[in-house]
């Protein structure tokens, strides 16, 4: 677990998250909730997660998200959208990770933003994106990207040695390693619903 956590703390090394930063987070997948709990190990105090579905919020909220805002798929609902994510938040939001990387996630970050904050692309569903940079620009919000990690394996074990992330209930799923489980394994992970981080018992 060590691996996708790296991820997280990368990107909060990258975006310089620490004890008075507010956080957004674009997605609860298994990126977007190791960013989380990163983020609060780096001592953001307010964060809020955001996805399009129900089940990956409720993990995120008993993760520690402070606020959960459920958000459509259609870019007209951006503005209303961005109103709630404010509102949930509720004070400037300093650092914006966008851990799906696609065109609205993308959009939502730059707006919601606060003035000279910092948006983190960390997840690259769209390699082309069509962005409100103009905007952004004119309130000088920074956009940052990473690219896997570097250097992060010491920090990341010291997290886990000391509690301060637990990764385990990100590990949703566990199968043995026979052909006929490996290929449920994948099918699982395939499938989304309720799997987070699908694991191998060697």
């Not at 790296?6 to 190791?34: D, F, K, Q």
């Not at 709630?84 to 609205?104: E, H, L, N, Y």
Request: glycine share 10%; net charge neutral.
């Amino acid at each position: 677990m060590c691996e996708p956590l790296s991820v997280g703390v990368h990107a909060c090394r990258r975006a310089n998250v620490g004890p008075e930063t507010n956080v957004l987070v674009m997605g609860a997948g298994p990126i977007g909730l190791v960013t989380m709990l990163s983020a609060r190990a780096f001592g953001s105090t307010r964060i809020v997660i955001v996805d399009v579905d129900d089940h990956r919020l409720s993990v995120a909220k008993q993760l520690g998200a402070d606020k959960t805002v459920k958000v459509s798929t259609s870019l007209n609902d951006i503005p209303t959208e961005v109103e709630q994510i404010k509102k949930a938040m509720g004070g400037a939001i300093d650092i914006s990770f966008d851990c799906v990387g696609f065109t609205k996630t993308m959009s939502t970050a730059l707006s919601a933003t606060s003035s000279g904050g910092k948006v983190c692309l960390v997840g690259l569903g769209h390699t082309e994106m069509t962005l409100p940079i103009a905007p952004a620009a004119i309130r000088e919000v920074d956009v940052v990207g990473i690219f896997r990690y570097k250097n992060t394996w010491p920090l990341c074990i010291e997290f886990l040695r000391s509690g301060k992330i637990d990764v385990k209930p990100l590990i949703t799923h566990r199968f043995g390693f026979s052909q006929k489980e490996v290929e449920e394994a994948f099918e699982t992970s395939a499938r989304g619903g309720t799997a987070i981080k699908v694991m191998f018992n060697l």
